[in-house]
């Protein structure tokens, strides 16, 4: 069976056209909400999924339930202006029919493909409307598959970031957003199930014909024209955005990648075939190690295939090395793990007024990290374009209605909440709550009447109070008297709590992922660096394939014999005019395999924009990497070794370009060949 997965249509029928025309032979389509809000055409939208019928199973969304039963979307501070607008445009074109429509349709749903257990929701098993399920959230991620049943799939939107990711004997996969992608590719993003297997995919349209379509439905008040030409410049940019109240327009994209396909591939890479050949798995693992919760291992099989986006990088790298800096940023990751630490004990907890009260610890853990970061990087000398550019995004967030209100009200309600005071009055096995009264405390009377009859040290009753987050029943119970001698305050927790539940800026959250990547090569460096091994920035050239390096050496064969304390050997090579090939040749244990894997090392490490191994460098970009390292024998394989190596190296020759990379170690063994060519 074919399944075309598609989430987040938001009224964009041209993108919709798109993907339908795209993929013609689809027997069934899976839909994971949110047809309306944002875009030109809900009417259309709406109509074809309510002609689909049998031949859908088609979910709500956020938005979907919010236009038809005039509710809160709940969007994260920065879009809910937009939301409101657009939801105002929806609801003046849809009929009351598919209205109803929208509102009968389920967020969460189980099915079965070809016999696979599948759960689909819109956000996430917990929460099927309204939760962020984030790409590097494995914990979280933990938590939704045990919430839906250990499905074989799951398949989730919301995010409108694509993500197909394998996780234990889950499968994990978000289409994307077909009308509105986030990730900086314009094109419309979806999924198609064939055969048992997920592919992500992208389908062109002409993005102008829809910003247009945007611009000329400006019915209204010049705030609402205001609003929907700003979503009309949004679908042209492409480029993430958070709008606020006052109309003000904060741009980033991403602290790692100039280009949306660029991060796009990110989010479903794998590591390269010849990772394991050249130890590069060992140096990734290395360098992540600290670092799980980010998951960081896909920026690192992402190499870019471009100069300027790999100058962005080092030009980060650059302005990182400044130690003010990157302590700025180290204390605001710091404080953004204490809020994920705090959402997610959160999740763990049962009762409702300590479940909303540490989700008001998280946010104010939050706006204190982005007050503090504003602050100390407006004081920065920055040069990088992304960094710059994220600076002028945060201080744009900074002051944004969405910000400053989450803010005040985190503010006000925990200083509320600071004011409780009460007393619990036990007798005959059962208690009271009351407020406290300024009642005397006789604890001190007490000690010092029966202080004169003290004779040495004495057994201590006092009880010690459990230190798990979780409270028993009878806290719970207490907690639930105090929130009924004060019902405006928990009155005001529910509120804030619905309203700002989704508080977290995306934009922010990915910088904080994404900066990760940095800050962990540059720890790995360090180590080196302490025992006097240099490192630089290469000089990268897609034209001239003439290459050095100076002092450069295998970084995981060094990681490795530091805990040994063996010396590690520096080479220098380089290729003049057309020269193209290195011959190396020598005795066992010679060096010719570590030479042969730093030379490979060398090159994709600085396709990824990171600094290399050596005094000095001048390297190629390549358009693919092959390596031929020998393989243990295969038993089910009848070909013999000679044989074997001669098919694999043909496979290489057959798919390398002349600006290709080949790295060659101990060929030919039969033959007792066994030379290296890089």
Request: proline share 4%; glycine share 6%; charged share 25%.
């Amino acid at each position: 069976m074919k399944v075309l997965i598609l989430s987040d249509v938001h009224a964009n029928r041209a993108a919709l056209d798109a993907v339908l025309a795209a993929e013609p032979e689809t027997e069934k389509v899976l839909c994971l909400g949110d047809l309306v809000a944002y875009g030109p055409n809900p009417v259309e939208c709406v109509e074809w999924a309510m002609r689909k019928g049998a031949d859908a199973w088609l979910l709500q969304g956020n938005h979907d339930r919010a236009v038809a039963k005039n509710e809160d979307p709940r969007c994260s501070p920065p879009y809910r202006h937009l939301a409101k607008v657009t939801h105002g445009f929806s609801r003046s074109l849809l009929s009351g029919g598919m209205c109803t429509f929208l509102g009968n349709l389920e967020p969460l749903i189980s099915l079965q493909i070809d016999g696979t257990r599948c759960t689909a929701c819109h956000a996430a098993p917990s929460d099927p409307l309204y939760r962020y399920l984030r790409v590097s959230g494995t914990e979280q991620l933990e938590h939704e598959l045990e919430i839906a049943g250990h499905p074989d799939f799951l398949f989730f939107g919301h995010t409108h970031w694509p993500m197909n990711r394998r996780f234990g004997k889950a499968v994990v996969v978000n289409p994307g957003s077909v009308g509105q992608p986030k990730d900086g590719d314009a094109r419309a993003a979806y999924a198609v199930w064939q055969n048992g297997e997920v592919q992500l995919r992208r389908a062109a349209y002409n993005v102008e014909e829809t910003a247009q379509a945007l611009a000329r439905n400006r019915p209204g008040s010049g705030r609402y024209r205001s609003a929907l030409s700003r979503v009309a410049h949004w679908r042209r940019t492409t480029v993430v955005k958070a709008f606020s109240m006052d109309n003000s327009t904060m741009t980033f994209f991403s602290i790692l990648f100039q280009r949306g396909e660029d991060r796009s591939r990110a989010q479903t890479a794998q590591a390269p075939d010849f990772f394991h050949d050249l130890n590069l798995d060992q140096i990734v693992d290395a360098i992540t190690a600290s670092k799980e919760e980010y998951n960081l291992k896909s920026y690192f099989y992402t190499p870019l295939n471009d100069i300027d986006a790999i100058t962005y990088r080092h030009e980060v790298w650059q302005d990182l090395e400044d130690p003010i800096l990157l302590k700025h940023i180290n204390s605001f990751a710091r404080k953004m793990g204490s809020m994920r630490a705090e959402l997610t004990q959160a999740d763990k907890l049962y009762y409702k007024y300590q479940k909303q009260r540490w989700l008001l610890s998280a946010a104010g853990i939050y706006c204190d990290a982005i007050d503090s970061l504003a602050a100390d990087v407006s004081l920065v000398d920055l040069k990088s374009r992304g960094l710059l550019a994220f600076r002028d995004y945060l201080m744009a967030y900074l002051k944004s209605e969405g910000f400053t209100s989450l803010r005040a009200e985190t503010e006000q309600l925990q200083a509320d909440l600071s004011t409780i005071k009460y007393s619990v009055l036990i007798k005959n096995g059962g208690f009271k709550v009351r407020k406290y009264n300024s009642e005397n405390d006789y604890s001190l009377e007490v000690e010092e009447t029966f202080a004169k009859f003290k004779q040495g040290a004495v057994k201590n009753y006092r009880i010690t109070f459990s230190e798990w987050a979780e409270m028993n029943h009878v806290e719970a119970k207490v907690l639930d008297y105090v929130a009924l001698l004060y019902p405006e305050i928990f009155s005001s927790l529910d509120a804030y709590c619905q309203k700002n539940r989704n508080y977290l800026d995306e934009t922010i959250t990915v910088f904080d992922r994404e900066i990760q990547f940095y800050i962990a090569y540059l720890e790995h460096l360090e180590i080196f660096k302490r025992t006097g091994f240099s490192f630089c920035y290469p000089r990268i050239s897609e034209r001239s394939k003439e290459v050095y390096d100076y002092e450069g050496f295998d970084l995981a064969l060094a990681y490795r014999l530091r805990s040994e304390k063996s010396p590690v050997v520096c080479n220098d090579f380089y290729l003049k005019d057309r020269e193209r090939i290195l011959v190396v040749s020598g005795p066992n244990q010679g060096g010719k395999t570590t030479f042969a894997r730093a030379f490979g090392q060398l090159h994709y490490l600085a396709s990824l924009g990171c600094l290399v191994p050596g005094r000095e460098a001048r390297l190629f970009l390549f358009d693919q990497l092959f390596t031929h390292f020998e393989m243990e024998e295969d038993i089910e394989n009848l070909r013999g070794k000679l044989q074997d190596d001669l098919i694999r190296i043909h496979q290489i020759l057959k798919q390398a370009t002349s600006n290709s990379i080949v790295v060659l170690n101990e060929i030919l063994p039969p033959l007792r060949y066994k030379t290296r060519f890089s």
